[in-house]
């Protein structure tokens, strides 16, 4: 099983795949791809963001309950 991309990874991949976008160097089909890449690690991006997000709100209501109980 391969390991997981870090979130920070996915950032300089994406940022990678920018760059290269941006020289205008790319013959249209080449560039494409990379935009289709581009695309699925935003979505990996978003889902990652989401899921933290959701962890965060779950220990934040848990550190609340447990200060009411005190």
């Known amino acids: ?3 997981k991309e870090s979130y920070e990874d ?6 990678g795949i ?3 976008m941006e020289k205008n160097e790319l013959p249209l089909e080449e560039l494409m791809k990379e935009y289709e890449g581009g695309i699925k690690l935003i ?12 962890k965060i709100t779950v220990i934040k209501e ?5 200060l009411k109980n005190e």
């Open 18 to 20: 920018l760059d290269k």
């Open 10 to 15: 996915m950032l300089v991949n994406l940022q």
């Open 62 to 66: 848990n550190m609340e309950v447990e």
């Open 1 to 3: 099983m391969a390991k």
């Open 43 to 54: 979505n990996k991006l978003y889902k990652t963001l989401n899921a933290l997000e959701g």
